[in-house]
């Protein structure tokens, strides 16, 4: 598989899965191997995915079987709310805490965060240009000024050159287990089990649903988080109904504030009294 080109992630899903299989039936008997598959309670989704790690195997041992036809159910995003991302990001500490606002300033998946390189960064234009996961398309992603000095204090610290990596050798695998680390340790120490369900995506999940609202174009938005199709980007379309955030308003009277506003990332709601009301998520 790495000969052909896959990726580790994709490496090690079917190395787990055949793994799992295998205690169950014979990899030798494909027969048996669907029988197990087709009885177990999981989503036809799993299903699915098991299916193609075992057809990885029987392409390599050229092994005849005829592969059952699972579609993955459609599911609607959930999304976790903008406070407890928060909290988990002051809970993390200094280190974990850049990549988690990183996570929920840009969007960028694991995998893609834990293999920026020092030069991938822009710190005069603040943005990032991420090496994109998943065959996707690449991109350009704008960062804020908060993030942007964080960035720029631990390249200066540390003493990076630009083909260092940002952050180590910390892999997606490992910035996912210290997540959960932080996070459980939280949900513990607040006695709330819901925040034990927030995943370390649901950053990624909260960008996506931020930029459609503040930009209202879901081809932008879909080129921001590196999707090749712009249906994937519109299944956060259904998110944009949630009204529990809070907003910073602010007024214009001459063109030229509106448009400082309009630049700052601020829309347009209402005019009254000659005075233009303009609104933008915190």
């Not at 390189?117 to 710190?123: G, P, Q, T, Y």
């Not at 000024?145 to 695998?173: C, H, Q, V, W």
């Not at 649903?209 to 938005?221: A, F, G, R, S």
């Amino acid at each position: 598989m790495k000969a052909d080109g896959k990726s580790d992630y994709s490496i090690k899903f079917t190395r787990k899965s055949l793994t799992y299989i295998q205690k169950h039936a014979p990899l030798t008997q494909p027969e048996a191997v669907k029988a197990f598959i087709a009885t177990l309670n999981v989503t036809t989704g799993y299903k699915k995915n098991l299916c193609t790690a075992y057809n990885q195997y029987c392409n390599f041992t050229q092994t005849q079987w005829n592969k059952p036809r699972y579609e993955q159910e459609a599911k609607n995003i959930a999304l976790a709310p903008k406070e407890k991302l928060l909290m988990i990001i002051a809970e993390a500490g200094k280190q974990l805490g850049i990549r988690l606002q990183m996570s929920m300033e840009t969007g960028l998946r694991p995998v893609e965060l834990c293999r920026l390189k020092v030069k991938d960064i822009d710190l005069d234009h603040k943005t990032v240009n991420p090496t994109t996961a998943k065959g996707g398309n690449p991109r350009t992603v704008p960062l804020s000024a908060s993030l942007t000095a964080k960035l720029e204090e631990r390249i200066l610290t540390k003493n990076l050159n630009p083909d260092d990596n940002l952050f180590g050798y910390m892999t997606s695998d490992q910035y996912g287990c210290a997540y959960r680390k932080v996070r459980d340790r939280l949900a513990k120490k607040l006695k709330d089990p819901t925040i034990k369900k927030i995943r370390l995506y649901d950053y990624r999940h909260y960008f996506c649903t931020k930029k459609l609202y503040d930009i209202n174009n879901p081809y932008t938005v879909m080129v921001l988080m590196g999707h090749k199709k712009l249906t994937t980007t519109q299944r956060y379309m259904h998110l944009l109904n949630y009204t529990d955030e809070e907003y910073t308003v602010a007024g214009a009277t001459t063109a030229k504030e509106a448009t400082k506003l309009i630049e700052a990332g601020f829309q347009y709601t209402t005019t009254i009294e000659g005075i233009q009301l303009f609104r933008k998520r915190k």
